[in-house]
């Protein structure tokens, strides 16, 4: 497990029903893109966040897959559209396994 | 030691040649990646929008976004990095348009390319040139 690893969401309060608006996610995560060599020469090892996922009540909104080219601490903006209240949760898998998880509600009126 | 006016130019283009050549090479790892992602349809430009910036000076953050109305899926590839895939989206039923901005890491200057499947099993593409004066790849 990485260290220090922090998912921080940002979600609207509320929504109006059907109405797209903007959720910005942001991780905290080395990214070790598997490119780079160390002092001595050798390779480090990649070590990222592999997928991405956002789902509410249980439906999918968006789903991502990292690569080795996204940036130190992964940010995805994307957009969503409900049509009721809800829960809003989001899931990081890491390269060695771990998920990382959080999760927003949101009112719709 | 004296160079002659032909020494230089034979140089240049040799340097030319080195500069190039590995960059054609990326070039056709993303043509597969291409192919792949569009499972045998034709590749049409247009209908999909990239942003990134014309100039990034640190080429290890360099934001990009992706507008491609009525997608289901989108790549993200960069054709001059080692590894050319960047980033691929799924947009499920509570996507409210499909599109999407992330940060990515760009080892020089080259094209930022952006593939859209659409709803109908077509294949949109839409490139972008960033210039970068860093590159992101450490080493």
């Known amino acids: 497990m990485a260290d220090n690893v922090k998912p921080r969401v940002r979600v609207p309060r509320s929504a109006a029903a059907g109405e797209a608006f903007e959720i910005k996610t942001l991780i905290s995560h080395k990214m070790e893109s598997g490119q780079r060599k160390d002092s001595d020469g050798n390779p480090i090892p990649r070590s990222i966040i592999n997928h991405f996922s956002c789902d509410f009540n249980g439906e999918n909104v968006i789903q991502a897959a990292l690569e080795g080219a996204i940036s130190t601490n992964p940010y995805i903006q994307f957009e969503a559209s409900i049509e009721e209240s809800g829960t809003f949760t989001f899931t990081w898998q890491d390269d060695d396994g771990s998920e990382y998880t959080d999760s927003k509600d949101i009112a719709v009126g | ?139």
């Open chain 2, 1 to 139: 030691m004296q160079f002659t006016r032909r020494d230089t130019l034979v140089m240049g283009a040799g340097a030319a040649v080195a500069t190039f050549m590995p960059l054609q090479v990326f070039a056709d790892a993303t043509d597969d990646v291409s192919a792949e992602f569009a499972m045998g349809e034709t590749i049409t430009d247009g209908g999909v929008e990239i942003t990134a910036p014309e100039i990034a000076e640190n080429g290890n953050t360099v934001p990009i976004s992706v507008n491609a109305p009525g997608a289901v899926a989108v790549l993200i590839l960069a054709t001059g990095n080692p590894s050319p895939k960047v980033i691929a989206f799924n947009f499920g039923p509570r996507a409210g348009a499909s599109s999407a901005s992330t940060r990515c890491r760009l080892a020089g200057t080259q094209d930022v390319v952006a593939l859209a499947k659409m709803a109908d099993g077509s294949v949109k593409r839409a490139s972008a040139t960033v210039k970068v004066t860093i590159g992101g790849c450490g080493g």
